[in-house]
């Protein structure tokens, strides 16, 4: 029997974005990178985390105001809006919590990269790989778990995952060769 993984709080297969206590270190970094108001950062955030995460004001203004409350941020009214700056301690924080913060925004490109299946290109290969996906967990599910199995299709979707990012890797070079060359036409 294969050893089960546990889901991650705020990881895959939570139902949650950020697990206890990551939106206010998310927002504190975000803060230290460059001070902001409440609608700014949650822009911020969002796109730092390309879109998979949308922020709401129920969720950043409280907890802004405890980043205010335990002395980690403070405000300035800059034309009528209050900006957030780090304090000291914040900054403190930042730097106690890196790895930490590393891994929220790791996770956040992660997530954000999902987004590329609304793209119209990814239409053409949906279904094939949803169908190769299908086969992997079938050919698992009916071997009961063997472990021979389990490593022969993880394998297998390791040596598809190689190829398809040194394709990813070719296309973009040849995009990139294109680009120039077509860039280089256009300046003589």
Do not use: N
């Not at 490593?151 to 040849?174: G, M």
């Amino acid at each position: 029997m294969s050893p089960r993984r546990v889901a991650e709080p705020g990881g895959p297969g939570s139902g949650r974005f950020f697990g206890p206590g990551e939106l206010r270190l998310a927002l504190l970094a975000l803060i230290a990178e460059r001070p902001g108001h409440g609608y700014e950062l949650m822009s911020r955030l969002e796109d730092r985390c390309a879109g998979a995460y949308r922020p709401s004001a129920g969720a950043v203004y409280p907890t802004l105001q405890q980043l205010e409350d335990e002395g980690l941020v403070r405000l300035e009214i800059d034309s009528g809006r209050k900006v957030f700056h780090p304090t000291a301690p914040g900054r403190a924080e930042v730097g106690e919590h890196g790895d930490q913060i590393d891994r929220i925004w790791a996770r956040a490109t992660e997530r954000g990269e999902w987004g590329m299946f609304r793209d119209p290109d990814a239409a053409e290969i949906i279904a094939p790989a949803l169908r190769l996906f299908k086969s992997a967990v079938s050919a698992v599910v009916h071997s009961h778990g063997d472990p021979a199995v389990v490593d022969q299709v993880r394998e297998i979707l390791a040596e598809a995952t190689r190829d398809l990012q040194q394709l990813k890797a070719d296309a973009k070079r040849l995009h990139h060769q294109h680009h120039r060359r077509h860039r280089d036409r256009h300046s003589e």
